[in-house]
């Protein structure tokens, strides 16, 4: 019995096939969605990339973690449920493209694929192209380690994480040009083919193109601190190569598409090796953060108040900036049972409950402790729920709320119909005070542009409530 996991720290839904996308070419999501079950309802609880406290590794909620040990709010300091697993036997590997911060100490054996980046890389040397071959590798010979063939069969977890879609993303050439003709559409007039093929020409000649696929943020950062300190003055043929804004924002967005489609390719290779194999495999895959394009302004720390929570425990540094808005914080969840007895098994089946990362580790901790002689429970208690009830056509449990924490003392909290948006000074006071908090309509309102805490005073109260009762800092 195995579990092999793919995760990612940046991977949004908007773009995958199995999430309602329309255009992106996803067949290895799309595949393993039809063989499995998605989770429409995954929210991230401290959005960005992946460290050491994440409750993938710990169990708990990760802004809760406390390196001292003890409890907080309920949520219960137990031996780390990775490190009960090797004591019982089960070989748990990480195999990662970078694995600085990450922690290593909790598996078996770590290792980092690396690997080569930029619009000339190999496709097969790419990070997630090295990743996926080792897992690969490993599910079809053990890694090249020497095995007695007398040796009993042994659980095994093989994680493989991702960075996912990094920023700046520029993929080989073939992926970054591969969505590059909707730009026909995209431009109006009988000019738009003639731009977009000029574009795609200035991908062999032109290596300061590399500026075009920079977000909106970035790009207007780095002109902020070229204003400043008067350095890097713009160039007239810089100036000219951006014609539109508009353009620029599309361009990055397409090529971000095929950065998408690049990991997806990888992901179907991994996910045929998993259909091939002869073992029984649960296969995961899940992201912690998703990304936007300028659909809305994002939900600024003083769209909710200036405070910030120091001693939130989130490790998040000055100016890193998290959104709470559904194309950041809603990420992909898929995971599909791979054995004979495939008659028992729910292929293609949805799930609307409410789920959190923390989550993923009790499903683990059930999946693999099912394999273990005399178990059939979760070894360890954590903060999640098991979703494995899902994969046999049933309705797992989900969650009443979901919280998550983003930067500048931004706190949210969701339920199916509302998500509430608060800054510490919302505690204070009993009463909701104007500005401190934030209410939108889900699932209607995707990108959190209509505040209605105001017309809605009772489901803003009632969510604050829970939000009181469950926010960092609370011991």
């Given at each position: 019995?195995?579990?092999?996991?793919?995760?990612f720290?940046?991977?949004?839904?908007?773009?995958?096939?199995?999430?309602?996308?329309?255009?992106?070419?996803?067949?290895?999501?799309?595949?393993?969605?039809?063989?499995?079950?998605?989770?429409d309802?995954?929210?991230?609880?401290?959005?960005?990339?992946?460290?050491?406290?994440?409750?993938?590794?710990?169990?708990?909620?990760?802004?809760?973690?406390?390196?001292?040990?003890?409890?907080k709010n309920?949520?219960?300091?137990?031996?780390?449920?990775?490190?009960?697993?090797?004591?019982?036997?089960?070989?748990?590997?990480?195999?990662?493209?970078?694995?600085?911060?990450?922690?290593?100490?909790?598996?078996?054996?770590?290792?980092?694929?690396?690997?080569?980046t930029?619009?000339?890389?190999?496709?097969?040397d790419?990070?997630i192209?090295?990743?996926?071959?080792?897992?690969?590798e490993?599910?079809?010979?053990?890694?090249?380690?020497?095995?007695?063939?007398?040796?009993?069969?042994?659980p095994?977890?093989?994680?493989?994480?991702s960075?996912?879609?990094?920023?700046?993303?520029?993929?080989?050439?073939?992926?970054?040009?591969?969505y590059?003709?909707?730009?026909?559409?995209?431009?109006?007039?009988?000019?738009g083919s003639?731009?977009?093929?000029?574009?795609?020409?200035?991908?062999?000649?032109?290596?300061?193109?590399?500026?075009?696929?920079?977000?909106?943020?970035?790009?207007?950062?780095?002109?902020?601190?070229?204003?400043?300190?008067g350095?890097?003055?713009?160039?007239?043929?810089e100036?000219?190569?951006?014609?539109?804004?508009?353009?620029?924002?599309?361009?990055?967005?397409?090529?971000?598409?095929?950065?998408?489609?690049?990991i997806?390719r990888?992901?179907?290779?991994?996910?045929?090796?998993?259909e091939?194999?002869?073992e029984?495999?649960?296969l995961?895959?899940s992201?912690?953060?998703?990304?936007?394009f300028?659909?809305?302004v994002?939900?600024?720390?003083?769209?909710?108040?200036?405070a910030?929570?120091?001693?939130a425990?989130?490790?998040a540094s000055?100016?890193?900036?998290?959104?709470?808005?559904?194309?950041?914080v809603r990420?992909?969840?898929l995971?599909?049972?791979?054995?004979?007895?495939?008659?028992d098994?729910?292929?293609?089946?949805?799930h609307?409950?409410?789920v959190?990362p923390?989550?993923?580790?009790?499903t683990?901790?059930d999946?693999?402790?099912r394999?273990?002689?005399?178990?059939s429970?979760?070894?360890?208690?954590?903060?999640g729920?098991?979703?494995?009830?899902a994969?046999a056509?049933?309705?797992?449990?989900?969650?009443?709320?979901?919280?998550?924490?983003?930067?500048?003392g931004?706190?949210?909290?969701?339920?199916?119909?509302?998500?509430?948006?608060?800054?510490?000074?919302?505690?204070?006071?009993?009463?909701?005070?104007?500005?401190?908090v934030?209410?939108?309509?889900k699932?209607?309102d995707?990108?959190?542009?209509?505040d209605?805490?105001?017309?809605?005073?009772?489901?803003?109260?009632?969510?604050?409530d829970?939000l009181?009762?469950?926010r960092p800092?609370?011991?």
């Amino acid at each position: 019995m195995k579990a092999v996991v793919l995760t990612f720290d940046r991977l949004p839904t908007h773009l995958l096939g199995c999430y309602g996308n329309e255009w992106t070419e996803t067949p290895g999501f799309d595949r393993l969605a039809a063989l499995g079950s998605v989770f429409d309802q995954h929210f991230a609880e401290v959005p960005g990339p992946v460290g050491p406290d994440h409750s993938w590794w710990t169990g708990r909620f990760e802004y809760f973690s406390d390196p001292e040990g003890g409890k907080k709010n309920g949520d219960e300091t137990t031996q780390n449920w990775l490190q009960k697993l090797v004591l019982g036997g089960v070989k748990c590997r990480l195999v990662a493209e970078n694995t600085e911060g990450l922690p290593t100490e909790l598996f078996c054996s770590s290792e980092a694929v690396g690997g080569v980046t930029g619009l000339n890389a190999a496709h097969d040397d790419v990070p997630i192209a090295r990743l996926a071959q080792r897992g690969i590798e490993i599910l079809e010979n053990g890694g090249s380690e020497a095995e007695s063939p007398d040796d009993e069969p042994q659980p095994e977890l093989i994680w493989l994480h991702s960075a996912g879609v990094p920023s700046p993303w520029l993929p080989p050439r073939l992926f970054a040009e591969l969505y590059l003709d909707e730009l026909e559409e995209i431009v109006d007039g009988e000019s738009g083919s003639e731009i977009a093929s000029d574009i795609v020409g200035q991908f062999e000649n032109d290596p300061d193109l590399v500026r075009l696929l920079l977000s909106d943020w970035r790009r207007e950062a780095e002109a902020d601190s070229d204003s400043d300190d008067g350095s890097r003055p713009s160039s007239e043929s810089e100036t000219e190569e951006i014609e539109s804004p508009e353009l620029e924002r599309q361009i990055s967005r397409l090529v971000f598409a095929g950065y998408v489609s690049m990991i997806d390719r990888w992901l179907l290779k991994l996910l045929e090796a998993v259909e091939n194999s002869d073992e029984h495999i649960l296969l995961v895959v899940s992201a912690n953060q998703g990304h936007s394009f300028g659909e809305t302004v994002d939900l600024a720390p003083e769209a909710v108040g200036a405070a910030a929570f120091d001693e939130a425990g989130s490790g998040a540094s000055a100016g890193q900036q998290r959104t709470l808005h559904d194309s950041e914080v809603r990420t992909p969840l898929l995971m599909a049972e791979f054995t004979d007895s495939a008659n028992d098994q729910a292929f293609g089946s949805r799930h609307s409950a409410l789920v959190q990362p923390v989550d993923l580790a009790t499903t683990l901790d059930d999946w693999i402790s099912r394999g273990l002689a005399g178990n059939s429970t979760p070894q360890t208690t954590s903060a999640g729920v098991s979703l494995l009830t899902a994969l046999a056509g049933g309705t797992p449990d989900g969650r009443p709320t979901a919280f998550s924490l983003g930067s500048g003392g931004q706190l949210g909290v969701r339920n199916c119909n509302w998500a509430l948006a608060a800054s510490a000074d919302a505690f204070g006071e009993d009463d909701l005070t104007e500005g401190e908090v934030q209410l939108f309509a889900k699932p209607d309102d995707q990108w959190d542009v209509h505040d209605v805490s105001s017309q809605y005073r009772e489901e803003a109260g009632s969510l604050l409530d829970s939000l009181r009762k469950f926010r960092p800092g609370t011991r």
